[in-house]
C-alpha cells in the first residue's frame, strides 16, 4: 500500500511523549488518537500550544492533520504535537523552516525529569543535616 504524494509524515518528541503526525492537504481538521484537538486536549491552551505551528505560518485551514500520541501527560503529549506538525510542515515546504525555527517550534525540547539518586529523597534534595 503506497501512500499519496500529498501526504507528509513526521515524527515529534517532549518528554516522554512521542508522537506521529500525517498532514494532508484539507479543510483544517485536527485530530489526536482519534478525538478532535479540543476533546483530547482538554486546557484550551494544549490545544493551541500543539496547533500554534500551523498558527505561525498561517496554513491552519490548508492541512488536515491526524496525531498518533502515547507516553507522558498532556503538557509533553502538546509540546510533541507541536513539534511532529513543524517537522511535517517543513517536509512540505523548505521556505517555511525560517519562520518555525525563528518561533522556537524546530528545535526538541530537551528538558525532562531528572532521576532520583541514591541516599536521597528526591534529584535534588537531601535529607536533613545534623551536625550533632
Known amino acids: 500500500m503506497s501512500t499519496p504524494a500529498n501526504v507528509f ?7 516522554t511523549s512521542t508522537a506521529r503526525i500525517r498532514i494532508t492537504e484539507g ?6 488518537n482519534g478525538r478532535s484537538f479540543e476533546n483530547y486536549f482538554v486546557p484550551e491552551s494544549f490545544a493551541k500550544q500543539a496547533a500554534m505551528p500551523l ?3 498561517t496554513l491552519s485551514d490548508k492541512f488536515d492533520v ?13 509540546g510533541a504535537v507541536a513539534h511532529g506538525i513543524a517537522r511535517a510542515l517543513q517536509k512540505f515546504n523548505a ?5 518555525l525555527k525563528k518561533a522556537g517550534h524546530m528545535k526538541r525540547d530537551p528538558r ?5 539518586k541514591a541516599g536521597q529523597p ?9 551536625k550533632r
Request: aromatic share 4%.
Open 95 to 99: 521556505e517555511l523552516r525560517p519562520a
Open 66 to 78: 491526524s496525531a498518533n500520541v502515547s507516553g507522558g501527560g498532556l503538557a509533553g503529549q502538546a
Open 9 to 15: 509524515t513526521a515524527t515529534g518528541r517532549r518528554k
Open 122 to 130: 528526591g534529584a535534588r534534595k537531601r535529607f536533613q543535616f545534623s
Open 55 to 57: 498558527i505561525t505560518v
Open 112 to 116: 525532562a525529569k531528572e532521576r532520583k
Open 27 to 32: 479543510k483544517g481538521k485536527l485530530t489526536v
